[in-house]
């Protein structure tokens, strides 16, 4: 990813704490999941055309995976979130604010790597994603995606146990 000169970037999402969950869960690496989320942030440019040239390099430096890697440009969501979950949102601060959007509390921990250090976003702490535990995260998420989450989640670690909305 420093190859890709973004000023801030996490890996994030299931890629972080489904991993961790396989491995409480005694359950082999990428176990479940579906992508790997990265999540950039570049106000400078929100243009369509700025975020897919990030995309098409990143394709590029992950051709070798077999793996689905999405990356995202999170100064842009505020644009097209409405059309696809039929609420507004103000405009992200940084990827790491977008992080600490997501439906649950147990799903906010992305990992980047500063120089030669990994560095944790994990504002809710890493207690709850330890133990395998959901809470719902009311900041922007409706309470159906919250549940709709948890339910996918539990089909593949029936030992997820969460908190109602």
Same mark, same amino acid.
């Given at each position: 990813?420093?190859? /890709?000169?973004?000023?801030?970037?996490?890996? !994030?999402?299931? =890629?972080?704490?489904?991993?961790?969950?396989? $491995?409480? @869960? +005694?359950?082999?690496?990428?176990?479940?999941?579906?992508?790997?989320?990265?999540?950039?942030?570049?106000?400078?440019?929100?243009?369509?055309?700025?975020?897919?040239?990030?995309?098409?390099?990143?394709?590029?430096?992950?051709?070798?995976?077999?793996?689905?890697?999405?990356?995202?440009?999170?100064?842009?969501?505020? /644009?097209?979130?409405?059309?696809?979950?039929? !609420?507004?949102? =103000?405009?992200?601060?940084?990827?790491?604010? $977008?992080? @600490? +959007?997501?439906?649950?509390?147990?799903?906010?921990?992305?990992?980047?790597?500063?120089?030669?250090?990994?560095?944790?976003?994990?504002?809710?702490?890493?207690?709850?994603?330890?133990?395998?535990?959901?809470?719902?995260?009311?900041?922007?998420?409706?309470?159906?995606?919250?549940?709709?989450?948890?339910?996918?989640?539990?089909?593949?670690?029936?030992?997820?146990?969460?908190?109602?909305?």
């Amino acid at each position: 990813m420093p190859s /890709l000169g973004l000023a801030e970037w996490w890996l !994030t999402a299931g =890629a972080v704490f489904q991993n961790v969950w396989n $491995a409480v @869960d +005694s359950r082999p690496p990428g176990y479940g999941i579906k992508d790997y989320d990265i999540f950039y942030f570049d106000d400078c440019d929100l243009s369509w055309e700025a975020e897919d040239a990030v995309i098409r390099r990143a394709a590029d430096l992950f051709d070798d995976l077999d793996a689905r890697v999405e990356i995202r440009n999170e100064a842009r969501v505020h /644009l097209w979130y409405e059309a696809k979950f039929g !609420t507004q949102i =103000a405009p992200y601060r940084s990827a790491a604010d $977008a992080i @600490d +959007s997501f439906a649950s509390t147990t799903c906010c921990v992305g990992i980047t790597r500063d120089r030669d250090a990994l560095r944790v976003h994990a504002p809710f702490g890493l207690e709850d994603v330890l133990a395998l535990h959901m809470r719902p995260n009311r900041r922007i998420a409706p309470q159906h995606v919250y549940e709709t989450k948890v339910a996918e989640y539990r089909s593949r670690w029936p030992s997820l146990t969460h908190d109602p909305w």
